[in-house]
């Protein structure tokens, strides 16, 4: 196996206690000349689906590296530890629809294991902190150059745990999409693809309020919504000025009705 110059990292640990330094230490240790980069410690805890929109959305844009994933409400059960060999690297993180999403952004899953091999973890497994004693060490491992089927038996991809499709639905004149995620601004996006706009006209109605296409905020008025293309890709709405997801009262996992004006 190829060694990795970098390690990402993304939890719902957030920054107010040592959970995230706790496993940077613990890579640190194994792998002092690896460097981190933290794609986010704000994904709201347990929130699954949205850390892996955020892993999947940013992934494709970092270097060649070892993604640790670790938003994992089942830490402690029956739920698989698992790592992954893409084109575009590896993933490490819990088996309950995390990584798959950024396993196809990255080319898709070529080799997948189960993490069953002790000497790759911590001396002492904590039940609730699976992300210092088993992922931080087994990607430490994995940066280093260590052969990917030494940290497990080998699993097959068609049994990762996948996350429902969201919901997407395009008519004449009209499009329904889920809210994938919200972002600190509180512009809204939407689990349709940009091209999904199309058709839809200049001026349109999302939620019943009236709202205009752009490719920029300014191009609504002050307080208005715009509907624009965002940086991934995907259809999102938000407000010059404001927050678009306190306009429209969403919150991810809602559906958005968009309607030609």
């Known amino acids: 196996m190829g060694r990795y110059d970098w390690i990402s990292f993304t939890t719902d640990y957030g920054l107010s206690d040592g959970f995230v330094a706790s496993c940077h230490g613990v890579?640190?240790?194994?792998?002092?000349?690896?460097r981190v980069i933290d794609v986010t410690h704000g994904v709201a805890p347990g929130d699954v689906p949205r850390g892996a929109a955020v892993l999947a959305q940013t992934v494709p844009h970092l270097p060649p590296a070892v993604h640790v994933a670790v938003v994992d409400p089942g830490v402690g059960t029956t739920r698989r530890g698992i790592a992954a060999r893409t084109p575009g690297g590896l993933l490490v993180g819990p088996d309950n629809g995390l990584l798959p999403w950024a396993a196809d952004a990255l080319g898709g899953i070529e080799a997948l294991v189960e993490l069953a091999n002790p000497e790759w973890f911590l001396a002492d497994v904590s039940r609730t902190f699976h992300g210092r004693d088993i992922f931080a060490p087994v990607a430490a491992r994995l940066a280093l150059g260590a052969d990917l089927g030494d940290a497990g038996?080998?699993?097959d991809p068609a049994t990762l745990v996948r996350l429902p499709e969201p919901v997407v639905a395009v008519g004449e004149g009209w499009l329904e999409a889920e809210v994938l995620?919200?972002?600190?601004?509180?512009?809204?996006?939407?689990?349709?693809?940009?091209?999904?706009?199309d058709g839809l006209g200049a001026s349109l109605r999302v939620g019943g309020v009236r709202a205009v296409r752009g490719t920029t905020f300014a191009?609504?008025?002050p307080g208005g919504l715009v509907v624009y293309v965002d940086s991934a890709g995907r259809a999102?709405?938000?407000?010059?000025?404001?927050?678009?997801?306190?306009?429209?009262?969403?919150?991810p996992g809602d559906v958005v009705r968009l309607v030609a004006a």
């Open 27 to 34: 890579i640190a240790r194994l792998a002092p000349g690896v």
């Open 153 to 155: 038996p080998a699993a």
């Open 181 to 197: 995620t919200i972002d600190r601004f509180g512009n809204v996006q939407l689990a349709a693809g940009g091209d999904a706009l």
């Open 219 to 221: 191009e609504a008025a």
């Open 236 to 251: 999102a709405v938000a407000v010059n000025g404001g927050r678009a997801a306190v306009v429209l009262s969403v919150t």
